[in-house]
């Protein structure tokens, strides 16, 4: 590569060429780091140079940004900016923009430079910029917020917070210059994102790109509002007048939402607004909740909580709203209860959903029970009337109203959590969570909740930790340990209760509750309210998802346990395969389950066994663990085997130590559980008295086999005997795969030490692991099962002889290996395990049916056949005994099939 980079820095047109494309883009998928790296870096200096050659390489390029090289994803990231910078009318600069903020939860290195570039390209000011260059960079964020799949700009903000918050007591004088020099620019977008706002306004119903574009600029305000509030807090008089917009489009309720959501944020940091100001906020908030849907509502009971709690406290207006949808559901209560078959009940369906959702919102964001904000005069608490109301709704029959008290509840547990250690509370989480027929957004409503919860714990507790320490700073206490937080005993108590439940909605088929399922359990363990020991099985199942969101998590949140707890994964890898056993089976119903993904085979738990590859014994641990599953007294199901065999096949084995040690240890399992294998199985064709007299070289002898002794027993050990047959397969595939020798496997030994066998090795082919042998004789002997007919005892017979030919290739490897030195006895020893190779078994076709398989009917058979035998000739043989010099007589049948050499 370097070479040919020398080449073509005298004449760069040379990239033009198919031939040229086509080499370079093999060499980006070359399996070294360093070739990549080394491609990369020849595309990138050219491009830079020739901006017609940008468009032709920019797809091959761009792949790179995943490329699993740290060093070559960083070459990638930096030829992507300078794009950016030196191409501004390259069409593809969004999409780049969306690829480049998708690194911002890689490692610390990618993480950091991620950040670098984007400050680089929307936070520093250029010299003699004009206001054009400023519009430009101001589209270039909407366009990449507008861009972001689902809305969901949480790399925006994570970026945003890390330039944009304010300085505390380590902050340096630098820092401190440079982040007063990014506010300022940040000021600048701001203020031409609400020029643009104003000038879109005119023209967004005529036009739908423009109406997309009002959105953009909208949302990307709100995004800045929560990075740093005060610098879009003297817009927010300029924003209010939306509030009255009439809604006709999707796009229309977004603008609604975002500019709810800009004012709740931006509201408490105006210097003196007008009451009439806030009068008209608060009578706008009313009036959404009580016309539009889940969404806008959800903002204005937030936004109005701010406004009355910190600003007017007009707590009469949250009352009066409050009473008139708790009339609302007790008079649909009472109604109910009184006559269940009102046809007046179906009309106020909607008004009882909408108040389900309000009455929790409105319970969330004020505390009716306290003082200035009861009037009720009650004779319980409104808590308890409202836990009442909605349990009772929860507890419906129509899945509509039952849906929407759950949400309702959600919001209700956020402040009163202990209502969420009831009986009542956890008997309703856990048989929605863990029921067979519980709809597949009840379970998704319930780990919201729960992530919701989590959510508001942790802000709570961070606001509360701040506020504890400033208040210990000025009364110069140090010692903490004397302050608690009783919620958080609350958070563990309920972690512990619903773990187990939902642990069981892993397995779920649906992507979006196995999503939410996983984000509850992240959020448990970062906020440390579980031992990770408990989850890690259940991530390491996650790890093999099928969703690449889901495996993401799994895998970060595994590197950041296993940083802190390197022996928990360790001990929990062998659980962790069956539990992505468990998943795989319930993904997929087709069987068997496979245990790699293809286009190339990677093993499923390969990323898992990365993390503790680089630790010798642990290493070995587990990869003997698995091993020895195949041992015959584990009785292992034979699905999950073939799983085990799949990920072993395709594990990222990095040194030549890794596959010789599993070659090993398999020729070892393979000697002792084969041997076993086929001496029941002879027993099982011939009858035990028979098959004690049988060498094996005089089984290949025999011309005919009358009938199979015992068939059945001889079906189950051919049954029992694949998982040695997988092993064998098994230790082909990796010898083939990175072209081991016989003689290399013979000579290593795990004691051994050398650094012989620490050098890197690569995969010479990228076949698939193909147990197909195997997965028919599964099914010929499991389901197309009848021991009444002969041609499934052909058959049996058949897969006995392919059994005990596989177990004679593995002799004669053995063989060849281990008396190499010995010419004479290797060609001897060669010729005749050849021989026993060509040598068939046969059944004789015509035979009376079978009639019966029991012992008795079989013993009977013999006896019946024995007087029409030949009659046997006894001679007498004589075997010198060499250890004391005298002799023995031996019986032998002169007629026999047997035969004696010399």
């Not at 836990?387 to 949400?407: P, Q, W």
């Not at 190499?820 to 021989?835: F, T």
Request: hydrophobic share 35%; charged share 25%.
């Amino acid at each position: 590569m370097k070479a040919l980079a020398a080449i073509i820095s005298a004449d760069p047109n040379l990239l033009h060429r198919d031939d040229m494309k086509m080499g370079v883009h093999g060499r980006l998928m070359d399996q070294a780091a360093s070739v990549r790296e080394a491609a990369v870096d020849l595309v990138g200096r050219f491009i830079l140079d020739k901006p017609n050659l940008t468009l032709q390489y920019y797809p091959m390029l761009s792949e790179r940004i995943l490329d699993k090289g740290i060093a070559v994803r960083k070459r990638v990231i930096k030829i992507l900016r300078d794009i950016c910078i030196q191409q501004p009318s390259f069409p593809k600069l969004t999409e780049i923009g969306i690829k480049l903020i998708r690194r911002i939860n890689d490692e610390d290195g990618i993480r950091e430079l991620v950040a670098k570039v984007f400050m680089d390209l929307w936070f520093t000011e250029r010299h003699d910029e004009s206001r054009d260059g400023l519009i430009k960079r101001v589209v270039s964020i909407t366009e990449t917020v507008a861009a972001s799949p689902d809305q969901n700009c949480e790399w925006f903000t994570l970026l945003l917070n890390q330039y944009l918050k304010p300085g505390d007591e380590n902050t340096t004088e630098k820092d401190e210059e440079q982040r007063t020099r990014i506010t300022s620019q940040a000021q600048k977008m701001v203020n031409c994102l609400v020029d643009s706002v104003l000038k879109l306004e005119n023209f967004s119903a005529d036009n739908p790109s423009n109406s997309t574009r009002l959105v953009s600029c909208l949302h990307t305000i709100y995004l800045f509002a929560e990075a740093m509030p005060h610098i879009v807090a003297r817009h927010a008089t300029t924003l209010h007048p939306y509030l009255n917009m009439k809604c006709s489009q999707h796009s229309d309720y977004l603008v609604l939402y975002h500019v709810t959501r800009t004012l709740e944020i931006t509201l408490p940091l105006m210097e003196h607004p007008s009451d009439e100001f806030l009068a008209s906020i608060e009578e706008d908030m009313i009036s959404m909740v009580m016309r539009y849907g889940q969404m806008i509502v959800q903002a204005c009971v937030s936004c109005l909580g701010v406004v009355i709690n910190s600003m007017t406290h007009n707590y009469k207006l949250a009352q009066d709203c409050f009473k008139k949808f708790i009339i609302c559901l007790t008079q649909y209560r009472k109604s109910q209860a009184s006559n269940p078959d009102d046809p007046d009940l179906a009309s106020q369906k909607g008004l009882v959903i909408r108040s389900l959702f309000t009455v929790g919102l409105l319970c969330q964001h004020f505390e009716f029970d306290r003082g200035s904000q009861n009037s009720f005069k009650l004779p319980t608490s409104v808590q308890n009337q409202v836990y009442d109301i909605l349990m009772c709704f929860a507890g419906s029959s129509d899945e509509d109203i039952k849906h929407r008290a759950v949400t309702g509840l959600g919001f209700f547990f956020n402040r009163y959590d202990r209502h969420m250690l009831k009986e009542t509370s956890k008997s309703l989480y856990i048989s929605i969570l863990k029921g067979f027929d519980a709809p597949v957004r009840l379970k998704c409503q319930v780990l919201r909740n729960l992530q919701l919860h989590l959510f508001s714990d942790e802000k709570r507790l961070a606001k509360q930790n701040q506020k504890m320490r400033q208040d210990l700073k000025k009364d110069g206490i140090t010692d903490l340990k004397t302050y608690g937080d009783d919620k958080s005993t609350v958070s563990g108590a309920i972690a512990q209760v619903l773990l187990e439940p939902i642990h069981h909605c892993f397995f779920h088929k649906l992507t979006t509750v196995r999503t939410a399922a996983v984000q509850v359990i992240c959020l448990v363990l970062q906020q440390g309210l579980l031992h990770p020991i408990s989850c890690i099985q259940y991530l390491i199942a996650i790890c093999t998802d099928i969703d690449e969101m889901n495996r993401v998590k799994a895998e970060q949140t595994l590197i950041e346990l296993d940083s802190k707890y390197p022996l928990f994964l360790h001990t929990q890898f062998y659980p962790g395969l069956r539990e992505s056993f468990k998943l795989q089976t319930a993904l997929f119903s087709t069987n068997p389950v496979r245990g790699f993904r293809s286009n190339p085979p990677i093993s499923l738990l390969s990323h898992v066994y990365a993390l503790f590859r680089t630790n010798k014994s642990h290493r070995r641990a587990q990869l003997l663990t698995l091993i020895k599953q195949f041992d015959e007294y584990k009785k292992t199901d034979i699905n999950l085997l073939l799983y085990i065999a799949d990920n072993l096949a395709h594990l990222s084995y990095q040194i030549l130590e890794e596959p010789l040690f599993v070659i090993h240890h398999l020729g070892l399992l393979i000697s002792t559980s084969g041997s076993t294998y086929l001496e029941q199985a002879k027993d099982a064709v011939y009858g035990r008295d028979i098959a004690e007299t049988i060498q094996d070289e005089d089984e290949e002898e025999i011309s005919e086999i009358d009938q199979v002794e015992d068939l059945p027993r001889l079906t189950e050990i051919l049954v029992a005997c694949q998982s040695c047959t997988l092993l064998i397969l098994l230790k082909k595939h990796l010898m083939t795969q990175y072209n081991i020798t016989d003689k290399r496997c013979h000579d290593f030994s795990p004691l051994e030490s050398s650094k012989v066998y620490d050098k890197q090795i690569s995969r010479y082919t990228n076949a698939q692991y193909d147990p197909s042998q195997v997965l028919s004789a599964i099914q010929q002997l499991t389901l197309d099962v009848d021991y009444e007919s002969e041609e499934f005892e052909k058959s049996a017979l058949q897969y006995y002889k392919e059994f005990r030919d596989l177990m004679t290739q593995q002799d004669l490897s053995e063989f060849k290996c281990s008396d190499s030195d010995n010419d004479d006895a290797d060609k001897s020893g060669v010729k005749y395990y050849e021989r026993r190779k060509e040598i068939a078994v046969k059944v004789r076709k015509e035979r009376k049916p079978r009639t019966s398989r029991n012992a008795a009917a079989a013993a009977k058979k013999r006896s019946n056949k024995t007087p029409a035998k030949k009659k046997r000739k006894r001679r007498r043989k004589l075997a010198l005994n060499y250890d004391s010099d005298e002799s023995e007589e031996e019986e032998y049948d002169d007629d026999s099939d047997y035969t004696c050499d010399g």
